[in-house]
């Protein structure tokens, strides 16, 4: 073969994958962006900007107070500067064989909600694939994943590395799975993205290719070129984002009090409120968790985080008033007793009533050694302050 049949060979290549790749951007509603590296896929959905998903509205997201709540404030946040990030992989491992060959991104952009995907057509592509993420993520300062600390953050990061490459900052990030378990864990079975979808967004999924299939699909593809499924898989991914968005909405609403929490809900948003100083709003929260409706160790942990507010803003008495209802319901446990001796030998001087207490406490808890010393102690204390405490006679 000489040279110019040689060519006219490579050229022959070259046209055959340039229809092989409109065929299949064609079948994904995709256009192909051709890199150094290889060829992958981009899809996007522009949303209206009324557009609700789960009740929230998600063109309209307000980040920077929800943020504030759960990161910390980050001066001169807009809309503009978050991303939703989530993947689609091989596997559920982060190893090494397990590959990403889908990112879905949702933004906030000119008043509309975007969702932009990145799909691989195959491994021999993963330069472009990892090329094309990496310019995406550099206009954005947050970005929030669900579950991506521990496995699709954690997985771009390993697949940057095994390609020589330096993994691109995730600059701010939230994973969104940790205040939601906060937040909704008390009334769910479960705090995967399909139940809080289901339970909290009421969002039900019709016709959804399920997330165990996927890299069964996308293997099938990979050996026998099978595409009838991949747009399904690309509208799971787009449903992924959209949930994602939704529930950081739903969860921001709560923090900020445009949205007032359940009792079951509102034990963990006031934590959040504690944490920033908030105290007061914080009590009311606790108060709100313990209602007589809650089942009883949830409706005891609000209590106790409410006598501590108490405590901490100097309402006394009130918080008094809580040990007392927690030595009543759980007179096994020594925390309310112990505090309620603290409060009547530092706060009263009444050496009499924090030594009943200290005895009663003896008598009733389940103690550790520790405990059980620590207890002790105090009484020996007590006996030796009302020994010299002088007689009004």
């Avoid at 060829?39 to 307000?62: A, K, M």
């Avoid at 050996?223 to 949930?243: K, M, T």
């Avoid at 200290?358 to 008598?363: F, G, H, N, Q, S």
């Amino acid at each position: 073969m000489n040279l110019r049949e040689k060519l006219r060979a490579i050229d022959t290549v070259d046209d055959r994958e340039e229809t092989d790749s409109y065929s299949l951007a064609v079948r994904l509603g995709a256009s192909p962006q051709k890199l150094p590296g290889g060829t992958l896929f981009r899809r996007r959905r522009s949303l209206s900007p009324g557009y609700r998903h789960g009740g929230v509205c998600l063109p309209s997201l307000q980040p920077a107070g929800g943020l504030a709540y759960l990161i910390g404030r980050i001066p001169g946040i807009r809309p503009e500067d978050v991303l939703f990030l989530d993947t689609e992989t091989t596997g559920l491992s982060s190893g090494p064989g397990t590959y990403v060959f889908l990112v879905g991104l949702g933004y906030v952009d000119g008043g509309k909600f975007h969702v932009d995907q990145i799909f691989l057509p195959g491994p021999h592509a993963e330069a472009a694939f990892l090329t094309a993420l990496e310019e995406a993520l550099r206009p954005f300062r947050i970005l929030i994943t669900f579950n991506g600390k521990c496995f699709d953050w954690n997985l771009l990061t390993t697949r940057f590395i095994l390609n020589r490459r330096l993994p691109p900052e995730a600059g701010c990030h939230l994973d969104l799975l940790y205040p939601a378990r906060r937040i909704f864990g008390a009334s769910l079975s479960s705090c995967s993205l399909g139940e809080l979808e289901r339970s909290v967004l009421s969002f039900r999924r019709q016709g959804d290719v399920p997330g165990e299939l996927i890299p069964h699909l996308y293997f099938r593809f990979l050996r026998d070129g099978h595409v009838e499924a991949l747009p399904a898989v690309l509208d799971h991914n787009l449903l992924d984002i959209l949930s994602l968005a939704a529930l950081f909405g739903r969860i921001c609403d709560l923090l900020t009090g445009r949205d007032d929490p359940s009792p079951a809900q509102a034990l963990g948003v006031a934590h959040y409120h504690e944490r920033r100083g908030q105290l007061e709003s914080a009590l009311r929260l606790y108060l709100r968790a313990a209602a007589p409706t809650m089942p009883d160790d949830y409706r005891v942990q609000a209590l106790r985080y409410a006598s501590l507010a108490c405590k901490r803003t100097g309402r006394w008495r009130e918080a008094d008033a809580l040990w007392t209802e927690l030595c009543d319901q759980r007179p096994e446990d020594p925390f309310a007793y112990v505090e309620r001796a603290k409060y009547y030998e530092h706060r009263l001087r009444e050496f009499r009533q924090a030594l009943d207490v200290v005895e009663r406490a003896l008598a009733t808890c389940q103690l550790t050694p520790k405990g059980r010393a620590e207890l002790q102690h105090r009484r020996r204390r007590l006996l030796g302050r009302l020994a010299h405490k002088p007689s009004l006679a």
